[in-house]
């Protein structure tokens, strides 16, 4: 019977439907930290500082991620090629520079942390060095899932999600009691170090092989013009997310970042079936690509789809969703927070949209986009600090600007719900338009 789903249903949707499945039974565990756990441990006056915490480390770590993203390109056509011995050179030579960036990032957080705290309202000494740590083992993670997934390992990604989740949950319960914050960023890191220890189990075979010579001066450059275009456009959307998340926290009364913070927990769940969806679509829109074939129809009904499930998730919250956040901790402080939840899934679903296309567009080896994505990307960190962020410059600015900007409500939730509204719409339409643009087969 399973034989003859997989057949009706064809390799993509079959280990969609797979790691779905699992994946969605780990997110039960990781919905339960971000909706139970971390509101019953971490005050409501610092709830809303967890965010821009995780996204300034993820900042930090960038050059790290970036390797991520370029490795990912280069061990699709590596596994392909069953180069194995090149792939194996190709991870230590990650490994090398992921040390030299760690230490470049610890001197760089020495002296910026200090400000950035006081900027989201956290005093917490040893908080730094843990959370950066965590970033640094969270980008690296992904440099060996990403080889799982090139090598189409699907069933291996599912039991790492399976075991992964209930070991951070462990982690957080054992650590946020001691100290909320830095208890959960070293649950956070829990989860990618098993995937990094079962990554490497699972690839043993491939990687037995004995290491061969990558670096020669054809690779050189195709790897540096690759690392400088994700360099780039990874930069733009780490700030981006970076400013956003911050000028939430800073501009914002404390009980209005955390309903903040509540609202995305929920608007999270929305991203369940793309987060699984995005993960195999990389290999089949890069075998299409690489046969010439339009990847456009797989991409449109991955959209659909998303659109369909997030649909689904945010109907509850229209009806009950101040009931449903008064039953979790602190929640009569939440409950009124409650029209934020649709609203941010509506956001979540239009960053799904544009993801799909960038991830086929990725696996395709094709650049383009970013010469219109990237920047938007700078646009828009760059209008919300002159217009909500004013309060990094406090003191530079003439005090009737400020003055104008309070006197308008730019400082309310939902006035900042609405600008990045705008912006996520923005990017869909123009990925919509990409698409159309795209006369011949396989260009999208």
Request: with cysteine; charged share 15%; aromatic share 14%.
């Amino acid at each position: 019977m399973l034989a003859k789903l997989h057949t009706r249903l064809g390799d993509f949707w079959w280990y969609s439907l797979m790691l779905f499945c699992a994946c969605r039974a780990a997110d039960l565990l990781n919905a339960f930290v971000g909706l139970w756990l971390v509101p019953k441990y971490v005050d409501p006056s610092e709830l809303g500082a967890v965010q821009p915490l995780g996204n300034f480390a993820s900042f930090l770590a960038l050059p790290i991620a970036v390797f991520a993203n370029t490795f990912r390109n280069e061990v699709s056509r590596l596994s392909i090629g069953k180069e194995f011995g090149k792939l194996k050179t190709l991870m230590r030579s990650v490994f090398i520079a992921t040390a030299i960036f760690l230490f470049v990032a610890i001197v760089v957080a020495r002296f910026t942390l200090p400000i950035f705290l006081e900027r989201i309202r956290i005093v917490e000494g040893s908080l730094g060095m843990i959370i950066i740590v965590t970033a640094f083992i969270t980008a690296v993670a992904p440099i060996f899932t990403n080889t799982i997934q090139a090598l189409g390992k699907f069933k291996a990604n599912a039991i790492m999600n399976l075991v992964g989740a209930p070991l951070r949950l462990l982690t957080m319960l054992v650590a946020m009691p001691f100290r909320p914050i830095a208890g959960y960023f070293v649950g956070q890191g829990a989860s990618p170090s098993f995937n990094i220890v079962a990554s490497v189990f699972a690839l043993r075979k491939e990687l037995s092989v004995k290491a061969e010579v990558y670096w020669d001066r054809a690779n050189i450059r195709k790897f540096a013009r690759l690392l400088a275009i994700f360099l780039v456009s990874g930069a733009a959307v780490s700030v981006a997310t970076l400013v956003e998340s911050t000028v939430l926290r800073q501009r914002l009364p404390d009980l209005d970042s955390a309903g903040y913070y509540m609202a995305t927990r929920f608007s999270d769940i929305s991203g369940f079936l793309y987060n699984t969806l995005v993960f195999t679509l990389f290999p089949f829109t890069a075998a299409l690509a690489a046969k010439g074939r339009d990847m456009r129809p797989l991409i449109m009904k991955s959209a659909v789809a998303t659109i369909g499930f997030s649909a689904l998730v945010a109907l509850p919250f229209f009806f009950f969703g101040e009931t449903i956040l008064a039953f979790l901790p602190h929640g009569e402080q939440y409950s009124a927070y409650w029209w934020a939840i649709p609203w941010m899934i509506g956001n979540s679903t239009l960053i799904s949209l544009s993801g799909l296309y960038v991830t086929a567009e990725l696996s395709a080896n094709r650049f383009g986009f970013m010469k219109w994505m990237t920047p938007l990307d700078i646009i828009y960190p760059t209008l919300l600090l002159a217009v909500t962020g004013y309060g990094y410059f406090v003191g530079s600015l003439p005090e009737s600007w400020t003055t104008f900007l309070d006197a308008h409500n730019i400082r309310s939730l939902d006035t900042m719900l609405w600008w990045m509204t705008g912006f996520y719409f923005i990017k869909t339409v123009g990925c919509i338009l990409a698409m159309a643009m795209a006369g011949r087969k396989g260009t999208a």
